[in-house]
Antibody
Framework: QLQLQESGPGLVKPSETLSLTCTVS??????????WGWIRQPPGKGLEWIGS???????YYNPSLKSRVTISVDTSKNQFSLKLSSVTAADTAVYYC????????????WGQGTLVTVSS | EIVMTQSPATLSVSPGERATLSCRAS??????LAWYQQKPGQAPRLLIY???TRATGIPARFSGSGSGTEFTLTISSLQSEDFAVYYC????????FGPGTKVDIK
């Protein structure tokens, strides 16, 4: 059974960089069939797709966040990571890592999510 | 950006009754539409993709329909575990989600 687990600091100061890692178990991140993505959800609000990466390193990002987002992959560790720079309180959210299907940009497996709060 | 809207915001339904949720796109997304269920404190769960294809393990009481800009998720007979928030998501262009419909107990 595929499992995804987010890890990283739960508290980040304004103007700093948010960094999260997703560890994939029960399957290979190097599968040619899937992209791997990050999605966030501010408390009590809806969902926003941040970006996605293929095992080869090919990425695409939400245009509204593109200038601040970097997603990378480490196939040797079966992990992919998110960096979001210059954070503000508006970036406070539950961050989910996810597997994006080969049939389109939607998610069939989700991590449990991790709350990141931006506060001094 | 394609804007997704959902109605109603809240739907109060009695167990065993039928629930009909609507999702509208600001421009055509063809059949590139997914539905998710989210319970408090949990990640969303994929229910439907391709507007009408049930995901693996999803009960037959969940069905999706529509194409273009108008979509519907129907839960034929609500079970206690179905009370949750439901989101639609288009993936015809950059993926965007609707604001959700909360299905609660009447």
């Amino acid at each position: 059974q595929l499992q995804l687990q987010e890890s990283g600091p739960g508290l980040v100061k304004p103007s700093e960089t948010l960094s999260l890692t997703c560890t994939v178990s029960g399957g290979s991140i190097s599968s040619s069939s899937y992209y791997w993505g990050w999605i966030r959800q501010p408390p009590g609000k809806g969902l926003e797709w941040i970006g996605s990466i293929y095992y080869s390193g090919s990425t695409y990002y939400n245009p509204s966040l593109k200038s601040r987002v970097t997603i990378s992959v480490d196939t040797s560790k079966n992990q992919f990571s998110l960096k979001l720079s210059s954070v503000t309180a508006a970036d406070t959210a539950v961050y989910y890592c996810a597997r994006q299907t080969s049939q389109g940009t939607f998610v069939d497996y989700w991590g449990q999510g991790t709350l990141v709060t931006v506060s001094s | 950006e394609i804007v997704m809207t959902q109605s109603p915001a809240t739907l109060s339904v009695s167990p065993g009754e039928r629930a009909t949720l609507s999702c509208r796109a600001s421009q055509s997304v063809s059949s590139n539409l997914a539905w998710y269920q989210q319970k408090p404190g949990q990640a969303p769960r994929l229910l439907i993709y391709g507007a009408s294809t049930r995901a693996t393990g999803i009960p037959a009481r969940f069905s999706g329909s529509g194409s273009g800009t108008e979509f519907t998720l129907t839960i034929s007979s609500l079970q206690s575990e179905d009370f949750a928030v439901y989101y639609c998501q288009q993936y015809n262009n950059w993926p965007t989600f609707g604001p959700g419909t909360k299905v609660d107990i009447k």
